[in-house]
Every structure is written in C-alpha cells, then in structure tokens.
C-alpha cells in the first residue's frame, strides 16, 4: 500500500493537493479531487484522519442538533445534512434532544463543548444568549436552520410572511370563514415557528378586515394523527363551520383533508384547505402549499458551515448548497420558497361567499 507521496505521483498533483482533496477541503477541484481519489484507490491508500486531525486541529466531524429526528422535517433536513458531509469527507454526529430540558442542558453545556467536532449545525432550536456565547466561546462555527441566532450564521424563511401568503391566497379566493390550526403550548415552548405562523395568519385576517372566529384558532401537535382529531372537533358542529382552514403544516392539513372526508365534506368544493412545508403527500392529496425544501436546507446548512471552516467564497457555498449566499459568522439566509397550488382550494360554496 503507497503512501501519499505515491498517491500524489500518480495523481500528478502535489502532496498538499491530494492532502486537501482526501480530507475533503472545499479548496480543489472536482478534476483534481477525482484524480486523487483514483489514484488512492489504485493504491489502496486510506488516509489517517487521527494523523490529518493532529496536523489540522480538525476531527472532520460536525454535530447536528435536533428536537426530534422522527419527524419529517427534521429527518429531511439530518438527509441534506448528511449528504453534502459525506461529500465532503466530514462525519456526522447526531444530538435527538427530545422534549426532555435535562437532554437538551446535556448536549448543549456538555457535548458539544468537548471539541470533539468542529462545527454545529442546531436545527429549530431557540438558544438563549448565555447558550449561544458559550458554544461561540469555543471557536467553533455555528449555523443555525429554522430562525436567527445572534452572533452564528442562520438559515430560514420567512414563516410569517409565507403563512400571510397563504391566508391571502384563501381571502382572494372569497373567503372570509377561515379557520387556523396552529401548534400546541409544547410546540411554541422551544420551538417557536407555530406562533410566528399564527401570528402571519391574523396579520393577512386583520389587513383584510376579516374577523376570527375565537373557537377556529385550534391547536395541534403538527402530526396528521394530531390534526385529524383537532379538525373532527371543529368541524363537528354543522350550523356555523368555516370555508377554509389553513393548517400550520402539510401534515396537519393532511389530517384536516380526512377529517373532513368522515364528515362528507367535499375538499375544495365544500372545504378549501392549505398547508405549509413541502411534505411529500401534499402531491399526492393535491395540497396547495408553500415547499421550503428542507433537504436543501440541510444542504446548504452544511456547506455554510465547511464554508466556515475553510474560510471560501459565495460560489463554493451555493455550488455545494444549491442554493443561498456565503456565511460569515453572523450573517443571515433567507432560503427561497415555491407557492404551489394545487387542488384543495376553490371559491367558497354558493351562498357562502362574502
């Protein structure tokens, strides 16, 4: 087996190049990347990270922090993640937090301060200030997906103005019975993105000059299982039911779309309903949504963060990322969106229109 001297003669290239292309440094080329790799193959050469690590001061491993890695969202954004890490060269190590607040203290004032990993990526995690200065404190990058975090590179979208698109899709319709699903006390205790939703849905109503009806402000728990149960409750009540529901996310609308069927409402002729996210069965119960893509978050969540490490430029971030701007250590993408309308929603029942 050669060693990496060999590898670089028959690579043609340089000891630092094929050094940089097999620990997966963002600075070489895909030609000259490829014939590294060929060349090490061809040797039977694998590269000794421990070796790299001590040389470099890096472990190529990055931590990803979830709430919970079995929903759908988290688990598309941990696939984006993982992909371009792999790419890259880069383990992975995963934090499932739960709902637990010893987990979370745990992984936030413990793990993630052994320096085992040299970057971390916290998805749909509020951090307080002291939380956030202590991880700074250890000279690592941090990015965070789902909302800003001061002073760490963050990844969002614009959840606020999203969820005041879709209302103003449903009130442009004709309606003016709108009812919202949004997220239950647990979810808006760390995981804020149900309020700031809520909050886009009254902002679209009161521009509109629509009232809302105080009991069709439900809460779930963003599952379909959740929202079915939510959605039966509010539509069991025949003499006033609302037009449209605009559910907190596809899944919940999802629920909502069933619910009405045991209720033999007829979706969009006699219940328009939308959603938001991009869940995978939105195409396939014709769902109008908003997809923010949250693979393409993971990916660009972990290019931002290799950007970081190997200090490179705008074009190497959404070249790896598909998407976004370069980070430096605070700054702040907006992740691009696409309004999808589908069949769920129409023109309110005849009578029924303002």
């Given at each position: 087996?050669?060693?990496?001297?060999?590898?670089?003669?028959?690579?043609?290239?340089?000891?630092?190049?094929?050094?940089?292309?097999?620990?997966?440094?963002?600075?070489?080329?895909?030609?000259?990347?490829?014939?590294?790799?060929?060349?090490?193959?061809?040797?039977?050469?694998?590269?000794?990270?421990?070796?790299?690590?001590?040389?470099?001061?890096?472990?190529?491993?990055?931590?990803?922090?979830?709430?919970?890695?079995?929903?759908?969202?988290?688990?598309?954004?941990?696939?984006?993640?993982?992909?371009?890490?792999?790419?890259?060269?880069?383990?992975?190590?995963?934090?499932?937090?739960?709902?637990?607040?010893?987990?979370?203290?745990?992984?936030?004032?413990?793990?993630?301060?052994?320096?085992?990993?040299?970057?971390?990526?916290?998805?749909?995690?509020?951090?307080?200030?002291?939380?956030?200065?202590?991880l700074l404190a250890v000279?690592?990058?941090?990015?965070?997906?789902?909302?800003?975090?001061?002073?760490?590179?963050?990844?969002?979208?614009?959840?606020?103005?999203?969820?005041?698109?879709?209302?103003?899709?449903?009130?442009?319709?004709?309606?003016?019975?709108?009812?919202?699903?949004?997220?239950?006390?647990?979810?808006?205790?760390?995981?804020?993105?149900?309020?700031?939703?809520?909050?886009?849905?009254?902002?679209?109503?009161?521009?509109?000059?629509?009232?809302?009806?105080?009991?069709?402000?439900?809460?779930?728990?963003?599952?379909?299982?959740g929202a079915y149960a939510?959605?039966?409750?509010?539509?069991?009540?025949?003499?006033?039911?609302?037009?449209?529901?605009?559910?907190?996310?596809?899944?919940?609308?999802?629920?909502?779309?069933?619910?009405?069927?045991?209720?033999?409402?007829?979706?969009?002729?006699?219940?328009?309903?939308?959603?938001?996210?991009?869940?995978e069965l939105g195409e396939?119960?014709?769902?109008?949504?908003?997809?923010?893509?949250?693979?393409?978050?993971?990916?660009?969540?972990?290019?931002?963060?290799?950007?970081?490490?190997?200090?490179?430029?705008?074009?190497?971030?959404?070249?790896?990322?598909?998407?976004?701007?370069?980070?430096?250590?605070?700054?702040?993408?907006?992740?691009?969106?696409?309004?999808?309308?589908?069949?769920?929603?129409?023109?309110?029942?005849?009578?029924?229109?303002?």
């Open positions: 087996m050669g060693g990496i001297k060999e590898v670089a003669d028959r690579a043609g290239l340089s000891v630092a190049t094929v050094s940089r292309a097999l620990g997966g440094k963002a600075n070489v080329s895909a030609k000259s990347r490829q014939r590294a790799e060929e060349a090490a193959r061809e040797l039977g050469f694998v590269p000794s990270y421990h070796a790299s690590s001590l040389a470099s001061g890096r472990n190529h491993n990055i931590g990803l922090v979830v709430p919970s890695v079995h929903r759908w969202y988290f688990s598309s954004v941990l696939e984006g993640v993982s992909e371009t890490l792999l790419d890259a060269g880069y383990d992975l190590t995963l934090y499932n937090v739960g709902e637990l607040p010893e987990r979370r203290d745990s992984v936030l004032n413990d793990f993630l301060l052994r320096k085992r990993l040299d970057a971390v990526i916290a998805v749909a995690l509020v951090l307080g200030e002291d939380e956030i200065q202590q000279h690592r990058p941090i990015v965070g997906i789902g909302g800003t975090l001061p002073g760490a590179a963050s990844i969002r979208i614009d959840d606020a103005g999203l969820a005041s698109q879709l209302t103003d899709h449903l009130i442009r319709l004709g309606h003016t019975r709108i009812a919202h699903l949004t997220g239950n006390k647990e979810l808006n205790r760390d995981f804020k993105l149900p309020g700031i939703r809520q909050r886009g849905f009254l902002a679209a109503m009161e521009g509109a000059g629509l009232p809302v009806h105080p009991g069709w402000l439900v809460p779930a728990d963003f599952t379909i299982h939510a959605a039966r409750q509010l539509l069991g009540t025949a003499a006033e039911r609302p037009t449209a529901i605009f559910a907190a996310s596809d899944e919940m609308a999802v629920g909502t779309i069933l619910a009405a069927r045991d209720y033999g409402l007829r979706v969009p002729e006699e219940l328009s309903v939308v959603g938001m996210d991009g869940h396939t119960f014709g769902l109008t949504t908003i997809d923010q893509d949250p693979h393409g978050q993971g990916k660009l969540a972990a290019a931002t963060a290799l950007a970081l490490l190997d200090n490179v430029g705008p074009a190497r971030v959404r070249e790896a990322g598909d998407g976004g701007t370069a980070a430096s250590g605070g700054s702040d993408q907006e992740f691009p969106t696409d309004f999808i309308i589908r069949s769920s929603t129409a023109v309110p029942p005849a009578g029924q229109q303002a």
